[in-house]
């Protein structure tokens, strides 16, 4: 990407992400059917519009671009278009906060396959096998 370019500029957050708190965010995003898959395309490098569609059977490009433009605000990616006049490309990167936040979701994701092997009972009890040096621990 080059940026001195005049025919290329990029688009970050319109507010300031810190004034939202992580909480809310990490909400917003996870409690969206689109947006967990997005963010895992675009941090497994997936970043032109048209390839995100073909890689999430089922989206349309009115939902894709809500959830884009939602995570722009949020300075979770941010969005580069190379070209002055149409047809421009246009491309979405996770940001440094963007790939922080890919953290979370990613823990969220052991966590779920923790439960989903059995090694979190109901009651919040890990099970031996899956403690390091065989402790149990209470959560």
């Known amino acids: 990407m080059v940026h001195d370019d005049p025919s290329t500029y990029t688009t970050r957050a319109t507010h300031d992400a810190k004034a939202i708190p992580v909480a809310s965010m990490v909400e917003s995003i996870v409690g969206c059917k689109w947006s967990v898959g997005l963010l895992r ?3 497994d490098g997936c970043s032109r ?3 995100i569609l073909r890689a999430s059977t089922g989206l349309s490009a009115k939902v894709m671009n809500e959830r884009l433009r939602k995570m722009l605000r ?3 990616v941010s969005r580069t278009v190379f070209g002055d006049k149409p047809p421009v490309e246009v491309e979405y990167v996770l940001t440094p906060f963007g790939r922080r936040f890919i953290g979370i979701i990613d823990e969220v994701r052991r ?3 923790a439960v989903d092997r059995g090694d979190i009972l109901e009651s919040g009890v890990i099970r031996e096998e899956a403690t390091p040096r065989g402790r149990l621990t209470r959560r």
Do not use: K, M, V
């Open 49 to 51: 519009p048209s390839a």
């Open 41 to 43: 395309l675009l941090a």
């Open 74 to 76: 949020f300075g979770i």
């Open 111 to 113: 966590l779920q396959e």
